[in-house]
């Protein structure tokens, strides 16, 4: 039998994961393997970025999981700085263009993966392009922004948005001895929090010096000397910056795959099967930041960006090329977060995404704290539940707390996923002793007030 | 219609938390509850007195979640020093004598919750009784410890068992400034975790300074000057000893309820339904340390001394003796507990514990680390997983590891109560972020490659 030729487009999380699984299970005579990436790093932890603007881990040679060079020895032939600009379906090619040399060739594929990932939202406001304005999406953005930073000698950061990225590249800024502030549109930072959960963290942040102005739509960036970011303007006033951060959250980057013709979501994410095929081609698979994912509490699809399920699909995809059995079956929206010392967490949906989907929910909020009350260390958190009426189903939860508090969503994240109720959850065996949980665990306090609340 | 009569064995966990939860649903107009306690303390953990004698907590009134007043104000009868010395079924009465006075008194019940906790086994050895050998059961043996530690001059301790309570105790002491022995009859410490476990515990405990000594049974207690202990001793020598603690695990101590023929399990617990009624006696109701419960996972009664357990029995018999409806459907096994820095975790069967309930397994163990390898303060740990054989079911988990390790164990406690296959826990959506977890959560790892083992 010929060799088969896969293609990739995009060298990160999803594309090197599906890259590295295929050749774990084709050797070089079965399949070759040729992986295109427009940056100058492959295979890298983007969600890094904030740690490594804050000084807290070294990059970006920390954040690289592994090198071009270590992929290449393994049988990857991975083209660094080399951008696939148009996708051949019927001729089953892909045009790349060497960005250092400018030379354009196409590559004949028998499977193509699309791991193009996502770019950061920028509205188009005025001044958005200015010199000091950055986005932390890729390690070249990360570099770029850590330049700047050295070459700035103002104190003042603005972060224009609340979200994962704009809080915790807020606490970055600050580690770094930055006055700043974090301007949002909406009522609250966290919109992944309901808006009463998002209050604490705007409570906690302000404790923190960082200064968050909420219910405030960014209208410019005002530029100064040399074109260089000045202040943001919003509606009421200006706010004087030095440095401009972009956390406004990211888009499926699908402009590619698009204009080939690949089918997108109301998220504008590429639509895949199980398997992680894109829906209705059987040899093109897609994955990562780039695609809509299943969500198995709402049942629809929606676009998530997250390292994790980047890799899974790589890997799902990966074993499928390779021969194998793979799927994904979907997400439940587990995310987790931290503000200097502030630990943020959510799973399932939140009390609007449940109404948007026709459900009806009962919610219960409970503070509890992280080991036994009596245990040096034990930290407050605060839990809410959300469950649906009449059933008493596990909808989602939220968690606000410190040390010991987010990672306790994943016991949530596996009740939703075997689709429990929050009775059933009341009586989970769950780890207790004195430093690590009361002897209630606060998931279980929630638990039983949601049942409480389900069933009065 | 006439007052209802709620007599209850025992103050601590079960037996408080029952009539705290009664009281809640019916006013002493209803129900009348008095409650007999033969200690000197009431509704306090246990679980909390290994880290008060190691000064790490305050005690012993930090230990305790309601004081004696708090609950009479609240309309249950506590009566403390009591102890109760015959249930007369038949009559449905309880003798109780007062510990101070010696006077006995009947009192009639409708309802009877018996919730006598388990005692520390104590091996019929020579010297096993003599002044500086403790058990660390109740807060009033924990004071006997802390009172004698404080007599004692010499700075050697021995600790005879190495399970949680021994490894626990080997911490404290440790702490407090002794030279810490623990002797252990089995072949690794923890025999809670497979060997192969419990030999990283083993090796993690010798670099804390505290020796080991593993596959080596007590022969008796050497006692000295006034007959207070002076040394342990093995088959093979003698550890000299001015402390000794009986870390040996516990018995449901159930000598009252056997005298009044109430049913006992294989380990000498008390058998009840699933709402924690005795089997066969509509009136009479038992649980925590005293009661065996249903192991979910291998489908048997065991015997489990937690206080979590209790407290969730006193919940159910609590609201059903109130005139709710509650069930305990069981346990998984799930067990945390920590020696210094180090966290142990367990949940489900062991290899052995599979083995003899007719499960034959195939077994997965992995290193990662608790956060992304690159991010400050990522430890490592080590996860090992059992699955069914040919169906994949997950059977058990253990988990050694430091800060951030032991409660990863709840996503497997959850996992096992919905019975999920580790293939299917390979794609759980859990939480991610480099601070909280590497991209491929520990647990996630062992899933996949205990996915690989069951379906290679």
């Known amino acids: 039998m010929a060799e088969r030729r896969l293609v990739v487009i995009g060298g990160d999380a999803a594309g090197m994961s599906a890259a590295s699984r295929a050749r774990r299970l084709k ?47 393994r049988g990857i032939d991975l083209r660094m700085r080399t951008e ?3 996708i051949d379906l019927a001729g089953q090619r892909v045009r790349a263009r060497d ?18 990932g ?124 030095d440095v401009v951060v972009l956390g406004l959250g990211v888009r499926p980057e699908t402009r590619l795959a698009d204009a080939a013709g690949l089918p997108l979501g109301e998220s504008g994410g590429l639509l895949t099967d199980l398997a992680m095929r894109v829906r209705g081609h059987g040899n093109v698979w897609a994955g ?41 079956p979907g997400v439940v929206g587990t995310a987790v977060s931290k503000v200097c010392d502030l630990e943020i967490a959510r799973t399932g949906l939140l009390e609007a995404e449940a109404a948007a989907v026709g459900l009806r929910v009962v919610t219960a909020t409970i503070e509890s704290t992280s080991r036994a009350g009596y245990y040096p260390g034990a930290h407050p958190m605060t839990v809410k539940m959300l469950a649906e009426r009449g059933t008493g189903r596990l909808l989602g939860v939220q968690i606000v707390g410190r040390e ?19 009775d059933r959850m009341t009586a989970l065996d769950l780890g207790y002793a004195p430093p690590f949980s009361p002897v209630w665990d606060p998931v279980l306090v929630a638990a039983r007030k949601a049942a409480a609340a389900v069933a009065p």
Request: charged share 20%; glycine share 14%; aromatic share 6%.
């Open 118 to 241: 996502a770019r950061p939202a920028r509205p188009p406001l005025e001044g958005i392009d200015a010199p000091g304005v950055y986005g932390v999406q890729t390690l070249d953005d990360g570099q770029a922004l850590l330049d700047g930073l050295e070459q700035s000698a103002g104190r003042r950061a603005v972060v224009i948005g609340a979200g994962y990225i704009g809080v915790e590249m807020a606490e970055a800024l600050s580690r770094r001895g930055y006055e700043v502030t974090v301007v949002e549109r909406a009522g609250q930072p966290m919109s992944t929090l309901d808006p009463d959960m998002g209050a604490l963290v705007r409570e906690a942040m302000s404790g923190m010096g960082i200064d968050v102005v909420t219910g405030t739509a960014v209208t410019g960036i005002v530029t100064g000397d040399g074109g260089r970011v000045a202040a943001v303007a919003t509606e009421d006033r200006e706010y004087p910056a």
């Open 404 to 422: 010991g508090a987010a990672k306790r969503v994943d016991v949530a994240a596996v009740a939703l996923t075997a689709r429990m109720t929050v």
């Open 288 to 328: 990562g930041d780039c695609v809509e994912v299943l969500d198995l509490v709402s049942g629809r699809t929606r676009h998530i960006a997250l390292g994790t399920h980047a890799n899974k699909h790589g890997q799902v995809i990966g074993t499928n090329i390779g021969g194998g059995y793979a799927t994904f």
């Open 27 to 73: 050797d070089a005579g079965q399949l070759t393997i040729t992986a295109f990436e427009r940056g100058r790093f492959a295979s890298y932890s983007a969600c890094g970025i904030p740690y490594w603007a804050g000084g807290v881990v070294d990059g970006p040679d920390a954040l690289v999981a592994r090198t071009p060079e270590a992929h290449r020895e």
């Open 84 to 86: 696939v600009t148009e």
């Open 99 to 116: 960005l250092t040399s400018g030379q354009e060739q196409w590559h004949g594929f028998d499977d193509l993966v699309v791991a193009t």
